[in-house]
């Protein structure tokens, strides 16, 4: 059975202060691993996908980046508008989409 | 470029009611999902549609569960009669054609409380 865990379950961080979230996996047959941010109120938004152990992306001032075991969503000097969960999700080999429970990011202004 | 659509935004229902959800893709999006999201989880599949056809229904509790989505464009999820671990958010989401590493577009949700 294909596993997500996310952690840590909330960070609050102060604007500008960097820092990571981590998304661990087991899954068969990796054929994508996808970020999505979802606010409150509304369905999550994609925002990454990473196919290979070593593929990094960016975008503003968030970069994902994966391994044979994990993936990191860096957050270089958030701001307030950071705010919202986020949620890691594998697709494996049978097409099922896999979703973790996610982290909860406030950043303070 | 339109969303997907859901309504009701909100409902609140007793238990044994039954319920139904209503959602529109985005236009010729093929794959159409329905997902339970429990408050403090991840969305979790109940049933995938490509077209008409269903792809995937392995996590919907078909006793009580049931969606259609007639014409390949809109669906429906009911839920009958309700129990109160299904209060959740029911969210809809289309993608073009259901393929490897494809980006799932997601509407605001439903949500739903069991009383």
């Known amino acids: 059975e294909d596993q997500v865990t996310q952690s840590p379950e909330a960070l609050r961080l102060q604007e500008g202060e960097s820092s990571s979230l981590n998304c661990s996996y087991t899954?068969?047959?990796?054929?994508?691993l996808f970020w999505y941010r979802q606010d409150p109120g509304k369905g999550p938004e994609f925002l990454f996908t990473?196919?290979?152990a070593g593929e990094e992306k960016e975008k503003e001032r968030l970069k994902a980046t994966l391994t044979k075991k994990e993936s990191f969503l860096h957050i270089t000097a958030p701001k307030p508008e950071d705010s919202a969960t986020y949620l890691c999700?594998?697709?494996?080999?049978?097409?099922?989409?896999?979703f973790g429970s996610g982290t909860q990011l406030t950043v303070l202004p | 470029e339109a969303g997907v659509a859901q309504s009701p935004r909100y409902k609140i229902i007793e238990k044994r009611q039954s319920v139904a959800f209503w959602c529109n893709p985005i236009?010729?999006?093929?794959?159409l999902y329905w997902y339970q999201q429990i408050l403090g989880q991840g969305p979790k599949l109940l049933i995938q549609?490509?077209?008409?056809?269903?792809?995937?229904d392995s996590q919907l509790p078909k006793d009580r569960f049931s969606a259609e989505r007639l014409k390949g464009v809109d669906s429906t999820l009911k839920i009958q009669p309700a129990k109160l671990e299904d209060s959740a958010v029911y969210l809809c989401?289309?993608?073009?054609?259901?393929?490897?590493?494809?980006?799932?577009?997601f509407g605001s949700g439903t949500q739903l409380s069991v009383l």
């Open positions: 549609f490509q077209n008409n056809g269903v792809v995937d």
């Open positions: 990473l196919y290979s």
């Open positions: 899954v068969s047959g990796l054929r994508g």
């Open positions: 989401a289309s993608s073009l054609w259901g393929g490897d590493n494809e980006k799932l577009f």
């Open positions: 236009s010729g999006h093929a794959t």
């Open positions: 999700a594998v697709q494996s080999s049978a097409r099922q989409l896999t």
